[in-house]
C-alpha cells in the first residue's frame, strides 16, 4: 500500500467550473493513479462520504456546498499505439480534450479534429458524447475503462456497450453514480478522412486537407460564436436541441418556413438555439444571468449568481420557449453534488 492519498478539506472548488458557480466542498482530492482512486473510494466508504465525480468543469451546475468527498481524477498520461496506418490513442482520464485534439491533430493523425477547443477533460468526453461539426465521440471510441465504485473493480466497455446517443451514454444512466472514467481509447488514422459536412466548415478548408487545417477551421467558428469560458464563464450550449414528433415539426415549418430541421431517431431533431433566439432573447439579460448575443443556446454568468438564480433563468427561457413552439427544452449540463 502506497502512502495514504492527500484529501484537502473545506475546499473552494469555485475556480474548477467554467460557469464559475461559487462551490466550497466538505473534502477534495485529486488522484492521479487507479491505485489512489481505490484508497480514496475506500476512504469514502469508511466515512460514509458520498462521493462526487469532477472532470474538467465544463459542463456541471455545482451545489453551493457539497456533502463529502469529490474526486477529481488528474492521471493526464496519454500515447498512442500504431498499428501501420490507424492508432489507437489512449487518453487518461484527466488529460485536457482540446490539448489532445491539437496535439494529434498536429501529428497528422484524423479522427477527432472536428472535436476541437470543446473545453473538459478526456475522461469527462464519452459522459455526454461530445459533437460538434458532424462528429460524435462515440464514432470514435474503441473502449472507456472505469473504476466502479461498487467494488473498486477495474472494468472496461467497448464502445457498443458504452450505449452513445445523441449527448447522451451509459454514464449518464446505469453507470451514473457508479463509474469513474479513468481511460479512454480512440481510434486515429493516418488516412485522409476529412468530416466537411458542415457548410461553414467545408468553406474554410481548402483540399487536401490536414487534420490540422480541419481543427483550426472548426476552431475559429468556435471562437466566432461561443465565449471563451476564460473571459465569460458558460458552460457551452445550455440546453440540448429537442427531438420532437413529426407532426409538431411539419405544424412549425409551416408556421416557420426557415426553422432549422434534421431529421432524427423518433422524430425531428430542431435547433434549440433558434427556438430562442427567435423569443428575441438573444443577449436578453436577467439578474447575474444572460443568454449570448453570438449563440442564444449558452448562458453566460456575469460573476455574482448562484446555482439557484441559474436554474430560475434556465426556467424562464424554457417557458418562453414551450409557450410559443410547443417544444420542451431539456438542460444540458449536469447537477454536482446536489444531495439526492
Ligand atoms: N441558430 C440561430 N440562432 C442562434 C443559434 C443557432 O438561429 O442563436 C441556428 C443556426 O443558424 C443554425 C442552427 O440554429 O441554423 C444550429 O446552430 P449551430 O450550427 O450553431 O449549432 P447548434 O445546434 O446550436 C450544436 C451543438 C454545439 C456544437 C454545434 C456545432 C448541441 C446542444 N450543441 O449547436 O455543441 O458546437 O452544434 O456542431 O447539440 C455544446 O454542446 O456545448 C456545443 C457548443
Not at 464514432?139 to 467494488?151: H, K, P, T
Request: net charge negative; glycine share 10%; with cysteine.
Amino acid at each position: 500500500m502506497t502512502a495514504s492519498m492527500d484529501i484537502a478539506q473545506q475546499v473552494d472548488l469555485s475556480a474548477l467550473n467554467t460557469l464559475g458557480l461559487p462551490v466550497i466542498a466538505a473534502h477534495y482530492a485529486e488522484p492521479t493513479t487507479i491505485g489512489e482512486l481505490q484508497q480514496l473510494l475506500a476512504e469514502a466508504h469508511r466515512q460514509h462520504w458520498p462521493v462526487a465525480v469532477l472532470g474538467g468543469g465544463s459542463n456541471v451546475i455545482p451545489a453551493p456546498y457539497i456533502e463529502g468527498l469529490v474526486i477529481r481524477y488528474a492521471g493526464a498520461d496519454t500515447h498512442l499505439e500504431v498499428d501501420g496506418s490507424s492508432g489507437l490513442l489512449h487518453a487518461s482520464a484527466g488529460a485536457d480534450w482540446p490539448s489532445l485534439v491539437a496535439t494529434t491533430a498536429e501529428a497528422g493523425w484524423w479522427g477527432i479534429e472536428n472535436l476541437a477547443l470543446i473545453p473538459g477533460s478526456a475522461g469527462a468526453a464519452p459522459v455526454q458524447n461530445i459533437g460538434a461539426y458532424g462528429v460524435e465521440i462515440g464514432e470514435l471510441i474503441e473502449r472507456v475503462v472505469y473504476v466502479d465504485r461498487e467494488d473498486s473493480s477495474v472494468k472496461t466497455l467497448s464502445a457498443a456497450e458504452c450505449g452513445f446517443g445523441y449527448r447522451d451514454s451509459i454514464f449518464k444512466h446505469a453507470l451514473s453514480e457508479r463509474a469513474i472514467i479513468v481511460e479512454i481509447v480512440l481510434r486515429v488514422s493516418r488516412n485522409a478522412l476529412p468530416r466537411l459536412d458542415y457548410a461553414d466548415l467545408a468553406q474554410r478548408v481548402a483540399l487536401p486537407a490536414t487534420p490540422m487545417a480541419v481543427a483550426d477551421a472548426v476552431s475559429a467558428i468556435r471562437r466566432d460564436k461561443l465565449p471563451d469560458p476564460q473571459q465569460l464563464a458558460n458552460a457551452g450550449s445550455f440546453f440540448k436541441n429537442p427531438t420532437v414528433p413529426e407532426s409538431l415539426a411539419a405544424a412549425l415549418s409551416e408556421r416557420y418556413p426557415d426553422m432549422p430541421r434534421y431529421p432524427a431517431a423518433g422524430g425531428v431533431k430542431l435547433a434549440a438555439g433558434w427556438l430562442i433566439d427567435r423569443c428575441g432573447l438573444k443577449g436578453f439579460k436577467r439578474g447575474h444571468f444572460g443568454i449570448h448575443e453570438r449563440q442564444a443556446l449558452v448562458i453566460v454568468h456575469v460573476g455574482g449568481g448562484s446555482a439557484q438564480e441559474l436554474g430560475a433563468f434556465a426556467n424562464t427561457i424554457a417557458e418562453q420557449v414551450e409557450e410559443r413552439f410547443g417544444v420542451q427544452l431539456e438542460q444540458e449540463p449536469r447537477f454536482l453534488g446536489f444531495p439526492a
